[in-house]
């Protein structure tokens, strides 16, 4: 079985301040990882993934995650936000058999970037 | 390359009136999702494909009904709607289990 933990709900956070939104993972099988955004009255877009190799993903917008299989974690990380940061971002999981579907999604957590 | 498109964007149905919500995908990817986004309770997954032909419950179904008759296309029917399923629905697309591209999605209100 997987699951996915976003431990904060709401994150509040002053504009050029650092920021971590924490996702922890259980799963019983290889995984791939995923951080996607959702802006306001929008779909989700993948914002970085670990498929395999170097453990540290970036995004094109500064963002970073690391995978730790020993903690089994892959936190999201960027050393200065912008108020357009603010987002709900979702951590998601999936297995990396193929054929075998069971892709799990976090239960968000909304960013909200304060002037 | 228009990605993954829902048709339409918004609806109002009346309670027990039914509806199709319409998911087209032009990157001939196998796997396509249902899912139904609420307040509070982030992504929950309605239906999935794994290929044309095939459909799956997701971890709340009831309610609703898919079909998958054409590899691009993927189609979310409410018989009968009820208030409950008052949301935004969100299909999204994959090859295999990499990541999932999503629609804009559907807002629906039943009154």
């Known amino acids: 079985a997987q699951s996915v933990t976003q431990l904060d709900s709401q994150v509040p956070v002053f504009e050029e301040a650092p920021v971590e939104l924490r996702c922890n993972y259980s799963?019983?099988?290889?995984?791939?990882l995923f951080w996607y955004v959702q802006y306001p009255n929008q779909g989700l877009q993948l914002l970085l993934k670990?498929?395999?190799?170097?453990?540290l993903v970036e995004s094109i917008n500064g963002f970073e995650a690391e995978f730790n299989k020993s903690q089994t974690s892959f936190h999201l990380r960027k050393p200065s936000v912008h108020i357009s940061d603010t987002a709900e971002y979702f951590c998601a999981v999936s297995p990396t058999t193929s054929g075998t579907y069971k892709y799990i999604f976090g239960t968000g957590t909304r960013l909200k970037v304060l002037a | 390359n228009a990605g993954v498109t829902q048709t339409p964007k918004f609806r109002v149905l009346k309670t027990g009136q039914s509806m199709t919500l319409l998911c087209a995908q032009d990157m001939n990817h196998e796997y396509m999702y249902w899912y139904r986004q609420d307040p509070g309770m982030g992504l929950r997954l309605i239906h999935y494909s794994v290929g044309e032909g095939t459909t799956a419950k997701g971890e709340v179904p009831d309610g609703y009904n898919v079909s998958r008759l054409k590899k691009q296309n993927f189609l979310l029917g409410l018989e009968s709607a009820a208030p409950s399923q008052t949301s935004v629905y969100f299909c999204?697309?994959?090859?295999?289990?990499?990541?999932?591209?999503f629609g804009p999605g559907t807002r629906l209100t039943v009154t």
């Open positions: 999204a697309s994959s090859f295999l289990n990499y990541e999932q591209y």
């Open positions: 670990y498929l395999s190799g170097s453990t």
């Open positions: 799963s019983s099988v290889s995984v791939y």
